[in-house]
């Protein structure tokens, strides 16, 4: 133990143990449990068609029986056109089902599906009771009243982790405002 | 022996250049199968007029033209109407991106003309668009 070395890079293994413990917020879990947020996007056709106009929401944030709505009404997308053609209607459609709310392990997904009714199949994220809750106690100035952020389905304008699939509080930062803390 | 070799380099650079041709050209391609399909070559005027002509569509956006969230100089970046995106610049001296595929181009003209007109353009106005655009 006379040795300097030694003691700091035991100390520096010790803080590094203790860290994950005492700071047990779920990104700093990111690397321990894999399953905290909602499932990060993993096909790079469903990133390239979907995100050319919005975020490529993570397809764990709503159930199968939503995404199959969704993709029923492309005509028709919120207002816009967005048809694809056949063979990638079809890929993006897979994609989706298959790594729907329901489908996942991740735990915000759960959460999400434990706020949902059997029948429940709402075609916006902002919409499903557990966002909504989460997002209750945010003024409108900060969302709808800030150019900045426009509306609670621009995930990214304050969660600057949304592409990664998480969305805790740690990652937050709303345009003109900084951090939110419950 | 000699001849064999150049044949068979000639057709290594036959088939490289017209693999290289196919990449750089997607535009040459769509004005040409818009030809076929009756329209007449590009007219940029008439393309820019129709970039600006505005459309009524339902609310909350009423007045709808390209330039509603590509704006009328193609070299800036553009804005998604509803959603705030911001959409990089279509004009292809800016952005080396823009006009490069045959699919994207087409995906584009269907979706867009329907959301701004209300239905299809015509094959002669996606032509007169298309010259427009690849003019910036």
């Known amino acids: 133990m006379k040795n300097p070395i030694i003691i700091s890079s035991l100390v ?8 994950p413990v005492v700071f047990s917020d779920d990104d700093r879990h990111e690397y321990r449990q894999r399953s905290v947020g909602v499932t990060p996007v ?11 106009c919005h975020m490529a929401y993570s397809p764990g944030l709503l159930p199968a029986r939503s995404w199959k709505k969704i993709m029923a009404g492309l005509e028709n997308h919120f207002g816009d056109n967005a048809e694809l053609d056949a063979e990638t209607y079809k890929n993006i459609s897979e994609f989706l089902l298959t790594n729907s709310a329901d489908n996942s ?24 009771p557990y966002i909504r809750n989460k997002h209750d106690e945010i003024p409108d100035r900060l969302i709808k009243g800030n150019k ?32 939110w803390d419950d | 022996m000699k001849k064999l070799l150049t044949g ?24 040409k199968s818009y030809q076929t399909q009756g329209a007449k070559s590009g ?10 002509k505005t459309y009524s569509g339902k609310a909350p956006f009423t007045e709808r033209s390209c330039s509603s969230c590509h704006t009328s100089n193609l070299k800036n970046n553009g804005e998604h109407v509803r959603t705030g995106k911001t959409l990089k610049p279509l004009a292809p001296s ?4 823009s006009l490069s595929k045959v699919k994207k181009m087409k995906k584009w003209f269907k979706r867009n003309c329907k959301w701004t007109t209300g239905k299809e353009c015509s094959v002669q106005d996606k032509a007169d668009i298309l010259a427009f655009i690849r003019q910036q």
């Not at chain 1, 993993?42 to 050319?52: A, D, F, G, N």
């Not at chain 1, 392990?105 to 499903?128: C, F, G, Q, V, W």
């Not at chain 2, 068979?8 to 004005?31: G, P, Y």
């Not at chain 2, 800016?94 to 991106?97: L, P, R």
Request: proline share 3%; aromatic share 8%; charged share 20%.
């Open chain 2, 8 to 31: 068979f380099i000639t057709t290594l650079l036959v088939v490289q250049t017209s693999f290289v041709w196919a990449d750089n050209n997607a535009i040459t391609i769509l004005e």
């Open chain 1, 105 to 128: 392990e991740y735990r915000r997904s759960r959460k999400i599906m434990r706020s949902l009714s059997d029948n429940d199949a709402p075609i916006r994220i902002s919409e499903t």
């Open chain 2, 43 to 52: 007219n940029a005027q008439r393309g820019e007029k129709l970039w600006n």
């Open chain 1, 42 to 52: 993993s096909s790079p056709i469903y990133k390239e068609e979907c995100s050319s």
């Open chain 1, 12 to 19: 520096l293994t010790a803080s590094i143990l203790i860290v």
């Open chain 1, 148 to 179: 900045k952020v426009n509306s609670l389905a621009n995930c990214n304008s304050c969660h600057t982790k949304a592409e990664r699939g998480l969305f805790s509080e740690h990652g937050v930062n709303i345009p003109g405002y900084g951090r």
């Open chain 2, 94 to 97: 800016v952005n080396s991106a």
